[in-house]
């Protein structure tokens, strides 16, 4: 086994009102950053893990997501590569 | 009727429960551990309001794991009576027993306040003792209560008559200056197709006394209550 | 215990750094204290020792500079059951019922980070009372930000009540109350100071004193980090541009941890398997179990080898200065290790022995079996060194009090009061902090009677009839001005309040926020200052129970408004006649207890008005204001109040419009004729801030004349209530001045939110962690 | 100008305490993923903002980062590439 580092990127699902994002852009403007059209604001987690091989650890983590760590109702995930720990 | 109020790690308006059924209802209540499988017999459950596991990673998400929520699974798929109230509303519908889901309000603050609630059906078990179009008011104290759900979902609960409670304003009209938190069509409440499940983000347990402000929660109780003793005389 | 000197054993650590005289001035420590704890330990102090003594004898842990004045308190009255020294103070309510309360400072963890520094904050003082074997059952908070203008300073505002609100209202204790103050004073050093009542039953009452020998020494709750590393000597510093860079020194709060370690505190409290419990605050683990040792003259030793780290390679000085939040220090009972660690395994947290009580006078600390720090008897606690400062009157601020408010020009518009009027209800610190508290589960545990926007909370206790009311005040601007007076105005101020719900002011807590003691300028104030809320204390029989000091607020543009907040508990003996401050019938007659003055110094209507802190705060004499709060108590225990709302920031004619339209869902207009006081300026009469003065509907005003005359004090039928539609009215001689109560009550209500949601969203999104 | 999409990542800073991660971690074990050791949960926004390139849009992120998407005292940020939106 070998540890992998893994990245889940885990956004409010395009269509749904992401006030979050809203917020953060209204705030980049009252800034002066005025080129900004448009910010979504998700989770980013980043999981340790033990597995034979990088497959395996992104495998496992995509079980993760669809238990627990993404809502499926409201959001939807995406697994980054997995690198050794 | 036996009232099992659920105690999660973080759970913090289970003793208000507990004092609304017992002080105010009159019934018995008992405490039941998350990581038991027993709810000791009771008759009603009640997911209770707080921050179970602190409502980190997302409202509900990992108290639908505890081992007692397969008991409390498996009591509402009986048909027996759930009250899903604030964060239990929210482990609710991360457990599947509701549909939907609650989001991050819409002005990303808590809000704690007396709100104004038009009852939108009283031929649920949990509303009888009320009357059509009745508006109550009963505390909102949440940060993650904007209810979501897909168009159709929304059509069905609605067609159902499964929209139980809306936020409306003092003269029982829906508008958007009473939303609390942006929910979709106003739902502050609603229940599942079987009827035995009621998600609220509202809490009548905070509304059964009017030195607190408000009595208007506690025909919800009696309500049950009396929808127990019916099903026991049959 | 006797002082012996210690044994030679201690060895420096390899890696540790030389003790240099640039180092020991890095650990705050003056030569002169160096001196003393060579002398003390008979040889030069290791790094660790260094350390220890660096926190210890911090301002926030030894009070060096303010212990001398705070002796000069009173602390003591037959209800009080705890006073000062302990984690909290606590008072005696009814039915073998009690109180435990106490207030904190969090000032500088705030100004660097808002959000963890207010979170944290609140952990701090939940602990401080639950410690004591209490249920904490409310909070309260008093906060000071410079002027909302600034975008930093709103940055800093809707950081801190966000921080406020999501630790309170995760852990389940409702924020009942508390103020909020803007003054360009604070721009740089804000203040956030939060209070915690919590209830027990007189047996229940928990102490935190080490005893019996060979007794373990255990470690509970959150694992020890880096985090806050030096906090305690970091709030005894002033803020400057070195501050940023102790940033990592950050703490992180986690209230979910802080639920559970609640709950498995009390439940082990009440299991009789432990002597004692302290929490692990402000210098952490070195002074938790220096001080439990020193209250119970006892000797311990600990092993930082047994310490739960969250990180890898942490050495004995990180782990015994760690400011890790969440962590408890437990004295057991010998041999009941096995059922405190189950206790908290229910709870899903550890519980680890760490040390022991020990027969030889010494404070000992090892890593494994080499002694890294030892020092005789309970020495580090009692040994350090106070100070008295000479003191001086800043000159600045005495010609500032010898300015005469009333040669200040008006400005054209003041022809019309009303303008002014709506004007002071749009200054943000007299405006409705609805936009606060909205943030804060107000209700929670279903005992909240009276929550936020009243003058005084009230809560209701299970197991009696009778209810506390909670309030906490200051006005910095006072003290600033004159101290003694502005000390004896924080503590009547407090006990108007408690006294308007209808409750007997009992106790306080205090907290002085304060500039650098070793100014005379500052030491001045400080001592007039307590020397003013000790006059007040004794009059009122307000014993102070507890508190807390936080100096060196200031940075290089100088130092805040010397601001002592108080936090006052009342008791209800009954719940028959809560009172609330709002109007609540048309038709009621509004009586004044107290008297109109022509002052007008240091009122907040030269502040907001004129931008000018000037004259001298209105006198205040707590003789004259306890007869008030005993004719009020009076008039309220027979019933003949409606409601009582205190005269104090913008006097008396925000104090009436106030009363009309602080409740959004219940308003009221009123008609007032004040001609009996036509030859006052009229800026005075309706915006001075005098003292002692309630305004009081009844549909009983012979009664209330009545209650009033029977205990001295001056009142008078001013008005009566009206319907909201009849607007504000107010006769004063010839001048008639009226207006709607739709433009006063938008200013009152509107004012703070319309500032924050137009340049809100920068709070919302970087400062808290907790976007998930 | 063209639009770029630009993805940052915000982590809690190493060595502060991570409630949120601790969290995750547990009930990921409590659900039998016993091969995870460590979780950091951090933000995860994705920007739109119109350049002149690539680079450029990354610089402007980058100021908007330290001006405000990042809490300077708690966190750490990184900054992805800028593909065209
Ligand atoms: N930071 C705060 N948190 C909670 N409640 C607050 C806060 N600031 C003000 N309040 C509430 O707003 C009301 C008015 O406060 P304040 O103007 O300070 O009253 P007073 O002048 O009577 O002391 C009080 O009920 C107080 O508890
Ligand atoms: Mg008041």
Redesign the pocket.
Known sequence: MTRFRVAVEIVPRRGLLDPQGKAVSDALHTLGFSTVSDVRVGRHLVLDTDAADADAARAEVQRMCEQLLANPVTEDFHIGSAERA | MKVGIIRFPGSNCDEDAYHAVVDHLGAEAVFCWHKDHDLQGADLVILPGGFSYGDYLRPGAIARFSPIMQEVVAHAKRGAPVLAICNGFQIACEAGLLPGALLRNDHLKFVCDQVHLRVESIGTRFTSRYHVDQVITIPVAHGDGRYTADGDVLERLEGDGHVVFRYVDAAGHVTDAANPNGSLRNIAGICNSAGNVLGMMPHPERAVDTQLGSADGLPLLHSIADSLMSEALV | MSDTQTSSAVQPRPGDPEITPALIKEHGITPAEYERVVEMLGRAPTFTEVGIVSALWSEHCSYKHSRPLLRTLPTEAPWVLQGPGENAGVIAVKDGIAVAFKVESHNHPSAVEPYQGAATGVGGILRDVFTMGARPIAL??S?RFGPLTSPRVRYLFSGVVKGIGDYGNCVGVP?V????VFDPSYEGNPLVNAMCVGVLREEELMLAVAQGVGNPIIAVGARTGRDGIHGASFASEDLSAESESKRPRVQVGDPFTEKLLLEASLELIRSGHIVAIQDMGAAGLTSSSAEMAARGDVGVTIDTLKVPVREEGMTPYEILLSESQERMLVVAHRGREREVEAILARWDLEAVVIGEVIAEPVYRVTEGDRVVAEFPGTRLVTDCPTYVIDSVESPVLAAARARNPHDVPPLPEEINPMWTLERLLASPT?AS?AW??RQ?DSMVRTSTLVG????A?VMRLRGTDAGIAL?I?GNGRYVALDPLVGGRIAVC?AAR?VACAGARPRAITNNLNFGNPTRPEVYFQLKNAVAGMGDACRVMETPVTGGNVSLYNENPQGAIHPTPTVGMVGVLDTLEHVTPSAFQRAGDTIVLLGDNTDELGASEYLLHLHGLAIGAPPACDPVKERALVDALLHAISHGHVRSAH?C??GGLAVALTECAMMRRDAQFGFEVDLTAWADLPLRALLFGEAQARVVVSTDQPDAVLASAAQFGVPAHIIGRVTAADAGVEFLVGDVSARLALTSLAHAFHNTIPDIMNAGAAHGDTASSSSIS
């Not at chain 3, 109350?177 to 909020?180: I, L, Q, R, T, Y």
């Not at chain 3, 936020?452 to 003058?455: A, F, L, V, Y």
Request: proline share 4%; aromatic share 8%; glycine share 12%.
């Open positions: 309260l908070n906060l924020t109350g508390g103020e909020v007299i902090k606060v508290w804060y936020p926007g009243s003058d909370a309030s005040d101020e309040n205190d104090s920031d």
